[in-house]
């Protein structure tokens, strides 16, 4: 500042020395007045410049020029940039926060003042089928028409959430959200759609479980405490005690069944999956599995002429079978279950054929074929569902619990294998279990002595 000062009085007095020199004191005002002016001039025409300049806005476009007028060009330069990178970094940041709102599993809507849509993510757009350019700044109840959406909007009541059916839902694949307002920011709302599909169905789940294991153990409890009634009220010959004695020792041991089978559905959901450190030949498991079949068979035909006819691997091709990985008590209760309930199922006289055949792929399918009542196709999705029973009164006629299949269904997939039904109503199922070549090695050979 004070340069500019002194290099306005130093053009003053050049002119007024001119002045002087060419027409005296008369001259010597004239002249200063004429450099007062000239200064003026070229003041204001910086001044021109540099606001040409910011109008202009070109931070790269800045007049180089001296003095006052070039450093405060300078500094406006300087101060733009500062300005023009703070923009750019709050720009940035949002679009990280954009990018994360965009990578979240739940879908989210920025809402203004009115309700109508500022932004929302690809999840958002499929749960609600909102186009993310064509539906901008259009108003939210305007195209989410569930009339359940449209009460939540109307009671400004935020405080809890609203389940709604997704635009993506079909009978077959039913789809829940549940859709939550969260005001912010004088007006704004942010909209946010949760998938909750999975969590319905594991209370449903949970609801049904609870009521089957309820079902399941009132009856026999029911007839346990009827018979110890009669016990105790009734004066009973020895012949009718033993006989209460022994339907009592009989549901007594179905509930067993049923504690027993539900703790083995809690070891296998929560203990680390089997490792491939431990071999077990198939031979073994398969023969186990024969003994446990041929020994319930003779129960249940004892009292007619007519024994199932039970076909089991040749042992040359269960040698040939080798070995397979994993946790052999879950592999024995998985294949025995599988072959147990063919004989169950079947009635006397029919036929249960049991396979082990190594595919081309490197894997080997386990198969039971039973010629028994069969399974209709509606049920055969379900058939592996905790308690889920086709024919309930056939099921505790033949004392099984409803657990079987979905232990198998456990066992199988911690091992990597796949269980595959096919069934005629009359003419019997066949269950293949695939197992897969990483947990199959051919059988060790014995060392020969020396």
Same mark, same amino acid.
């Given at each position: 500042?004070?340069?500019?000062?002194?290099? &306005?009085?130093?053009?003053?007095?050049? +002119?007024?020395? *001119?002045?002087?020199?060419?027409?005296?004191?008369?001259?010597?005002?004239?002249?200063?007045?004429?450099? =007062?002016?000239?200064?003026?001039?070229?003041?204001?025409?910086?001044?021109?410049?540099? *606001?040409?300049?910011?109008? #202009?806005?070109?931070?790269?476009?800045?007049?180089?020029?001296?003095?006052?007028?070039?450093?405060?060009?300078?500094?406006?330069?300087?101060?733009?940039?500062?300005?023009?990178?703070?923009?750019?970094?709050?720009?940035?940041?949002?679009?990280?926060l954009l990018a994360a709102l965009q990578a979240t599993p739940n879908g989210v809507v920025l809402l203004d003042g009115q309700g109508r849509i500022e932004w929302c993510n690809e999840i958002a757009a499929a749960h609600f089928? *909102?186009?993310?350019?064509?539906?901008?700044?259009?108003?939210?109840?305007?195209?989410? $028409?569930?009339?359940? &959406?449209? #009460?939540?909007?109307?009671?400004?009541?935020?405080?809890?959430?609203?389940?709604? $059916?997704?635009?993506?839902?079909t009978p077959a694949h039913p /789809?829940?959200?549940?859709?939550?307002?969260?005001?912010?920011?004088?007006?704004?709302?942010?909209?946010?759609?949760?998938?909750?599909?999975?969590?319905?169905?594991?209370?449903?789940?949970?609801?049904?479980?609870?009521?089957?294991?309820?079902?399941?153990?009132?009856?026999?409890?029911? /007839?346990?405490?009827?018979?110890?009634?009669t016990l105790q009220t009734l004066p009973l010959d020895a012949q009718e005690r033993s006989r209460y004695l022994g339907m009592m020792g009989q549901q007594a041991a179905r509930m067993q069944h049923i504690v027993e089978d539900l703790l083995t559905l809690s070891r296998l959901e929560g203990s680390p999956l089997p490792g491939l450190d431990e071999w077990t030949p198939v031979q073994s498991l398969v023969r186990r599995c024969e003994q446990e079949a041929r020994a319930l068979s003779s129960l249940l035909t004892q009292d007619v002429q007519r024994p199932h006819v039970l076909q089991f691997p040749a042992p040359e091709t269960l040698q040939e079978a080798g070995e397979i990985a994993g946790a052999a008590t879950e592999l024995q209760s998985a294949l025995s279950n599988l072959i147990t309930n063919a004989v169950r199922y079947t009635p006397a006289g029919g036929s249960i054929t =049991?396979?082990?055949?190594?595919?081309?792929?490197?894997?080997? =399918?386990?198969?039971?074929?039973?010629?028994? /009542?069969?399974?209709?196709?509606?049920?055969?999705?379900?058939?592996?569902?905790?308690?889920?029973? /086709?024919?309930?009164?056939?099921?505790?006629?033949?004392?099984?619990?409803?657990? +079987?299949?979905?232990?198998?269904?456990?066992?199988?997939? $911690?091992?990597?294998?796949?269980?595959?039904?096919?069934?005629? =109503?009359?003419k019997g199922s066949t269950f293949s279990v695939t197992f897969p070549a990483i947990r199959l090695r051919a059988a060790a050979q014995p060392a020969l002595a020396p």
């Open positions: 500042m004070f340069r500019h000062w002194l290099l &306005f009085l130093l053009c003053q007095v050049a +002119g007024g020395g *001119l002045g002087w020199w060419l027409e005296g004191a008369w001259g010597a005002l004239l002249g200063a007045g004429l450099a =007062v002016w000239a200064w003026f001039a070229l003041d204001v025409w910086r001044a021109g410049q540099v *606001l040409r300049w910011l109008r #202009a806005g070109d931070v790269s476009a800045a007049p180089q020029l001296r003095g006052l007028w070039g450093e405060a060009a300078d500094r406006a330069r300087r101060l733009l940039r500062q300005g023009q990178a703070q923009v750019a970094y709050s720009q940035a940041r949002v679009q990280e089928d *909102l186009d993310v350019q064509r539906d901008l700044m259009q108003f939210i109840g305007n195209l989410v $028409r569930d009339p359940e &959406f449209s #009460a939540y909007w109307a009671a400004h009541d935020f405080s809890h959430d609203v389940i709604l $059916r997704s635009r993506e839902s /789809v829940r959200l549940s859709v939550q307002l969260f005001p912010y920011d004088g007006g704004r709302m942010l909209l946010l759609a949760r998938d909750v599909t999975a969590l319905e169905q594991a209370d449903a789940m949970r609801r049904d479980f609870v009521a089957n294991v309820s079902h399941e153990m009132r009856t026999p409890l029911t /007839v346990l405490s009827g018979f110890i009634e =049991v396979e082990w055949r190594r595919e081309a792929d490197g894997t080997a =399918v386990f198969s039971v074929h039973d010629t028994g /009542v069969g399974i209709a196709p509606e049920h055969i999705p379900r058939i592996t569902e905790r308690f889920y029973r /086709v024919d309930r009164s056939r099921s505790r006629e033949t004392g099984g619990t409803g657990l +079987g299949l979905a232990i198998v269904k456990h066992v199988l997939q $911690r091992h990597g294998a796949a269980l595959h039904i096919t069934s005629t =109503v009359g």
